[in-house]
């Protein structure tokens, strides 16, 4: 029973995923990050970081693209399926930055698209032999604000407007 018991408490840890990302983006890399919400001291703490290089970056960006789609066409079909639509190499962050890119350091990473019955979806973002989920998508807002932070817009159209180049 205790085999039971320790498997009920970890779970939840297992299913976590992301309170809030960010993204960077500079000529040659891309930097997503996640971060775990802190309620008794309404603070944020980094999660998970991860560094894309140029065609990792364009392979996510269609792959958004693609879950767009995908999920518009659910929303109208209302079909439940699963179906990976891209893999893709990620560096951490803290390793890149002190070794460079090195492939033996990198991880396989894959997008996933769930469609459901009832119209709605998710884009699970994760390691590809892992059970942790990176990034978890499930509106249409969340996953065009996260196509606009992955090419160098911000979430928010005014912020861009007024702080435009």
């Known amino acids: ?16 995923s992301q309170d809030k990302i ?6 040659k890399d891309t930097y997503i990050e996640t971060y ?4 008794y001291n309404d603070s944020y703490s980094i999660k998970e970081a991860y560094r ?22 659910n929303e109208e079909h ?5 179906k990976e639509i891209v893999r893709f190499k990620v560096m951490d962050k803290e390793s890149y930055k002190f070794h460079g890119y090195v492939d033996k350091f990198t991880q396989e990473f894959t997008l996933i ?9 998710e884009v699970i973002i994760k ?6 989920d990176f990034i978890k998508i499930d509106t249409m807002s969340q996953l065009v604000n996260f196509q606009d932070l992955l090419n160098g817009k911000s979430a928010n159209n005014e912020i861009d407007e007024i702080f435009s180049k």
């Open 1 to 16: 029973m205790k085999k039971l018991q320790i498997f009920i408490i970890l779970f939840p840890l297992l299913c976590f």
């Open 22 to 27: 960010t993204v960077s983006k500079g000529t």
């Open 36 to 39: 775990q919400h802190y309620s």
């Open 52 to 73: 894309l290089g140029p065609s990792s970056a364009k392979l996510l960006k269609d792959a958004i693209s693609t879950s767009i789609k995908w999920s518009k066409l």
């Open 78 to 82: 209302e079909k439940e399926f699963e």
């Open 113 to 121: 698209f769930r469609g459901y019955e009832d119209g709605i979806f």
């Open 127 to 132: 390691k590809y032999d892992g059970y942790e």
